[in-house]
């Protein structure tokens, strides 16, 4: 199927704010119509002026389909060439084939399914070992395992725990992770539906959390003793890395910002006190921010002077300039429905993930997908 470039503005305007508040939304992961597709425009945020559109789109040429008929997929990673994604409610692993296919390698056990539950976040160690953010029986958690075989024979070894007890819910259960430039392991995590825990520094719900790889807590943590790296937060699903190495991190607000923060260490994102741009003493403001119903912003990926978002409400891949990260411009609007994930291929193409298939969406009879698009700047 023939695909053209989509984008449509999100004016980050306080009365639509409030418009959507007396919608009533609760979640701003939830269902929501496909927007129609229209010609790229730039979208400003809250911070800074509006600017220029690029003079050129930082992706060139259409996204080709890479694999179909994914169920609930969450994560990409990849082992040199070879693409692994994990699927949330089945608990499965799964390898890309060269011929546009998959294969098992392994099932995360005793993985408990439930709304926004299951096996959620993948990151990868040195090709040989597997991290996995997952629900059980006794929260959320975060395992290690060992990775065995070569590309088409891949096989998942015995898990060991490495944290465990992360509040868990039906909703807001955070879940990606990725190793820094440091070497460290961040997991985000989610206030599990209930505030509190977002300020609360005694736990480990609504928070950034870091830890060295094999599940210690770093002695230059913030807070002595804890995982805890910044805190204040409600839902928090993206981490990316500049060159320079500053932090980014994409996060859900309630019914009226959806954010874009840089992540310091020991920082108060100001969750549930407040939610977006605030300007109050104590806590840092995101860079910009959205209308939950225009974004719900899930994985995301640096490159070539880049931030590229996933968005599921707004079904769109959202490209955010670092020379000016108060703009941003929204790409395939409509044409590929939810998006949760965006990676840089070992080839450096982007790689986006579709989550139609999740009980939210509307999926088609591939979905669900994932695409691949080459880079202008790379």
Excluded at 155 to 169: F, N, R
Excluded at 270 to 291: H, K, L, M, S, Y
Aim: a negative charge; hydrophobic letters at 35%; aromatic letters at 8%.
């Amino acid at each position: 199927m023939q695909r053209h470039w989509g984008s449509t503005a999100v004016a980050t305007l306080a009365v639509a704010a409030l418009t959507a508040c007396a919608s009533g939304q609760t979640d701003p992961g939830g269902a929501a119509s496909a927007p129609t597709p229209t010609s790229a425009a730039p979208s400003s945020g809250a911070v800074g002026p509006a600017g220029e559109p690029r003079s050129h789109p930082p992706m060139r040429g259409e996204p080709e389909a890479v694999v179909q008929g994914l169920e609930a997929p969450w994560s990409i990673v990849f082992r040199g060439d070879t693409a692994l994604v994990s699927e949330r409610d089945s608990g499965r692993i799964l390898e890309l084939t060269d011929d546009g296919g998959t294969r098992d390698i392994g099932v995360v056990p005793e993985v408990v399914h439930g709304g926004e539950g299951g096996l959620l976040g993948l990151a990868l160690q040195d090709g040989d070992w597997l991290y996995a953010y997952s629900t059980g029986k006794g929260g959320n958690r975060i395992q290690r395992f060992e990775l065995s075989g070569t590309a088409g024979s891949l096989a998942l070894g015995k898990g060991t725990t490495l944290l465990e007890g992360i509040p868990a819910g039906p909703n807001h259960n955070g879940g990606r992770l990725a190793f820094g430039p440091d070497g460290m392991l961040y997991a985000t995590t989610g206030d599990a539906g209930e505030r509190s825990h977002a300020q609360d520094l005694d736990s480990l719900a609504g928070k950034i959390l870091r830890m060295t790889p094999d599940g210690k807590i770093p002695e230059d943590n913030p807070f002595p003793g804890s995982y805890v790296y910044s805190y204040g937060h409600r839902n928090p699903q993206g981490l990316g890395w500049t060159l320079d190495e500053r932090m980014y991190a994409t996060e859900f607000g309630q019914n009226t910002w959806d954010e874009l923060n840089v992540i310091t260490a020991g920082a108060n994102y100001g969750w549930p006190t407040v939610e977006g741009i605030a300007n109050r003493d104590g806590f840092v403001d995101p860079v910009q921010q959205w209308e939950p119903a225009a974004a719900s912003p899930s994985g995301m990926a640096l490159a070539g002077g880049t931030i590229f978002i996933a968005n599921l409400r707004g079904a769109a891949l959202r490209t955010v300039p670092l020379a000016d990260t108060s703009v941003s411009t929204e790409h395939y609007v409509g044409e590929f429905g939810r998006l949760r994930d965006a990676v840089i291929a070992p080839d450096g193409d982007l790689w986006f993930l579709t989550n139609n298939t999740d009980g939210r969406g509307s999926p088609g009879p591939d979905d669900d997908m994932i695409y691949r698009v080459d880079l202008a700047d790379r």
